[in-house]
């Protein structure tokens, strides 16, 4: 089987998954949240509750509304959102830029990071440096990235404030006064991006101390879960057959290492890289909502706060779509990199 046929075929898969997707995003809708919470506050009449069940076609039997849930995604109607006041979709897309800059930040340092830590422990297999980068990837794995980011706040903006010495802001995608003194037209969205088109440089420059503290704190777990992967991809390859033959020919050793090792080495590692990056597109809520960073993550968070069920359901059917088809980018990916895989 060829690589485009592969490809189809992992496509067509996707559909029982997607409807998997959707009929539990419609169990969700109906059986845990309230789908009237949108609509209906506790100003709202009841004598007209019934008449917005009628007009959402919640009188209808289930098999009729699922109908009805699986047109409004198609059709991209996806309701109000109570907390952002517009259409959902609109309010997502609205905060999607965000979320993607944040989101590609962290992987950029990850993968900054964390390959190079992962190669160095393996080439230093049972040594102190090794040692010290596994207690460091252990350590990314293992603390939760709430108190991470608390500390980071702490430390780089309170505590270097009050000693007088150079710090970053807390929260907060741009500083709205210097924002307002140097307007930014909207473009792509990324507000990094679009100040450096059109030569903002004072934005662009407050827009990348506003992202440090939240991308590193998102960073710091997947930094862990990189390295460990390319320390133990590396060590198997090192221990490979041919391998050891091109040291038996007496070739360089650095030839050896980033000519035939690093990049059989690699493949696992991108494959996990891929993964997490579609992880990071669904929305690091938690991350967004310590740093106030406005995401679709803290925008969910908001939806939950005010039983906003429109724009939760949204979020949650955006980011498990995201991530199927970033899996599915992936798996190609892996097939096209590693000709022993069997399509």
């Not at 019934?50 to 209808?60: C, F, M, N, S, Y």
């Not at 995604?73 to 944040?102: C, N, Q």
């Not at 390319?230 to 091109?246: G, H, K, N």
Request: one cysteine or more.
């Amino acid at each position: 089987m060829k690589l485009y046929e592969y490809a189809i075929r992992r496509t067509l898969l996707l559909v029982p998954v997607l409807i998997g997707v959707t009929i539990l995003t419609f169990y969700l809708s109906r059986i845990v949240l309230n789908p009237l919470g949108a609509y209906v506050t506790e100003r709202t009449p009841p004598e007209l509750i019934p008449a917005i069940e009628k007009k959402l076609g919640l009188d209808k039997p289930f098999y009729v509304q699922y109908a009805y849930y699986l047109r409004d995604l198609i059709t991209m109607d996806w309701g109000w959102s109570k907390v952002a006041h517009m259409p959902v979709l609109e309010a997502l897309m609205y905060r999607f830029p965000a979320t993607v800059e944040l989101a590609v930040t962290a992987f950029l340092i990850t993968i900054a990071l964390g390959i190079p830590l992962g190669i160095l422990s393996a080439l230093k297999n049972n040594t102190l440096i090794d040692h010290i980068i596994r207690i460091i990837a252990l350590t990314g794995i293992s603390i939760p990235v709430f108190w991470l980011g608390l500390t980071l706040q702490y430390t780089f903006s309170y505590w270097l404030k009050t000693n007088g010495l150079p710090s970053l802001p807390s929260s907060g995608r741009v500083d709205p006064v210097l924002l307002q003194a140097h307007p930014v037209n909207r473009i792509t969205g990324l507000m990094i991006l679009d100040s450096l088109i059109q030569g903002n440089f004072i934005v662009a420059l407050d827009a990348i101390s506003h992202i440090i503290l939240p991308s590193i704190t998102l960073a710091f777990l997947n930094i862990g879960v990189v390295t460990r992967v390319a320390r133990s991809s590396m060590l198997e390859v090192l221990r490979q057959d041919y391998i050891t033959t091109a040291r038996a020919y007496g070739l360089p050793r650095r030839i050896v290492i980033y000519k035939y090792a690093l990049k059989n080495a690699m493949i696992p590692v991108a494959t996990i890289s891929g993964l997490m990056f579609g992880g990071l597109l669904g929305g690091a809520v938690i991350t967004e909502t310590i740093f106030a960073f406005p995401g679709m993550g803290q925008l969910t968070v908001m939806a939950i706060t005010f039983n906003d069920s429109n724009t939760i359901l949204a979020f949650t059917v955006l980011a498990c779509f995201i991530y199927v088809f970033v899996n599915l980018a992936v798996d190609i990916i892996y097939a096209w990199l590693d000709p022993r895989i069997k399509y």
